[in-house]
């Protein structure tokens, strides 16, 4: 049987489920890039607004802080929903496409943004229950290394409200709509980039003896780098090492100057994270000298690894499966992608959870970061009431 407190929190999502798909709607369609969110922030700003909700801005420029302060004392709970698009050119033709040319929400920010304000809403009407303070963090930068929660807990995000926990909530395509999913300890991988510049002596590629030939030098680089997760990272350590890009600006019968390669370096933990930037740069180096050369070395450091903590999850778990049914909560293994909301979980008790996004039908979705990424928006009535109930029970 359904609680006094979920039934509430289940008729005012049905009261204002409409509003909120509309909301998502115009993010979807006006969707700005990493720290350029200055019409999102304003969008946002006026909702609470409209809601009378007090609210802060000026976090990592565009980021809002928004405050509904419960009528009885207890802790602080905060719930964070990050509002950046990316560099993509949407193929969807659906009446609320981007505007933008080449600017799209194809990783579900507009959700997660619609979900929060839908929240926002069901917690303005149950302030009586609430019992401390819920605090509502949107987030800009999410995209782009260091990352907008880094940024805005740096401007003085949480000066005046330490958080006893925070959650945040990811569109997955793998689950269908109406589910969720969890998975206590490490969930995602930290992520670096990696910029290498491998330098030698360019020259007729029919005549190799007369140069130092820079793409023999990035092939054998590429190739040994492997050792290090192979080799050097202990195996129970998940990690991984991939390179995306060598840039030759060359053509085939030329040996160019220099040799560009990108990449980027996921781990689960972090001393192991620097012990192997260091080998990264040795072993390049070794490389390059041993063949005549000479290299630079550019490691970019970016979002930690993603830890949930194991009590507050699980706790979270069991209260998803009283709000949606067992069946519909489901266990996760670990990610290697990252996500920015790591340096929120680096100092708060944190629970970052997955939100289906999936159809039932057969209907494809399309991947997070793709230019025809099409979740169902029938999601929106778990993740809005889902965020409110997880904040209610934890004020307990």
Known sequence: MKTTIENKINELTQKYLSEVIEIRRHIHANPELSFNEVNTSKFIASKLAELGIEYKTGFAEHGILGIIKGEQK??????????????????????????????????????????????????????????????????????????????????????????????????????????????????????????????????????????????????????????????FIPTQIPSVLSFGNIVCNSVMNVIPETVELQGTFRIMNEEW???????????????????????????????????????????????ARDFIGEENVRDLDIRMTAEDFAWFAQKYPACFYRLGVGYSDGQVCGGLHTAKFNPNEKAIETGMSMMAYLALMSCE
């Open 74 to 231: 207890g802790k602080t709970i905060a719930l964070r929903a990050d509002m950046d698009a990316l560099p993509i050119v949407e193929e969807n033709e659906f009446s609320y496409k981007s505007k933008n040319k080449g600017v799209m929400h194809a990783c579900g920010h507009d959700i997660h943004t619609a979900c929060l304000l839908g929240a926002a809403k069901i917690l303005n009407e149950l302030k009586a229950h609430i019992k401390g303070t819920v605090l509502l963090v949107f987030q800009p930068g999410e995209e782009l290394i260091p990352g907008g929660a880094k940024v805005m807990m740096e401007d003085g995000l949480f000066d005046d409200y330490q958080p006893d926990m925070i959650f945040g909530q990811h569109v997955y395509p793998q689950l269908e709509a109406g589910q969720i999913g969890m998975k206590s300890g490490n969930y995602m991988a930290s992520a670096d980039e990696i910029y290498i510049t491998l330098k030698g002596k360019g020259g007729h590629a029919a005549l190799p003896h007369n140069t130092i030939d820079t793409v023999l030098m990035a092939s054998q680089t590429v190739v040994s780098l492997q050792q290090i997760v192979s080799r």
């Open 273 to 319: 994270r620097y012990k192997a930037h260091k080998k990264i740069k040795d072993l390049t180096e070794s490389i390059a000298q041993g063949m005549g050369g000479g290299c630079d070395v550019d490691i970019k450091i970016g979002f930690p690894c993603l830890f949930n903590n194991e009590k507050l999850t699980e706790a979270s778990k069991e209260s």
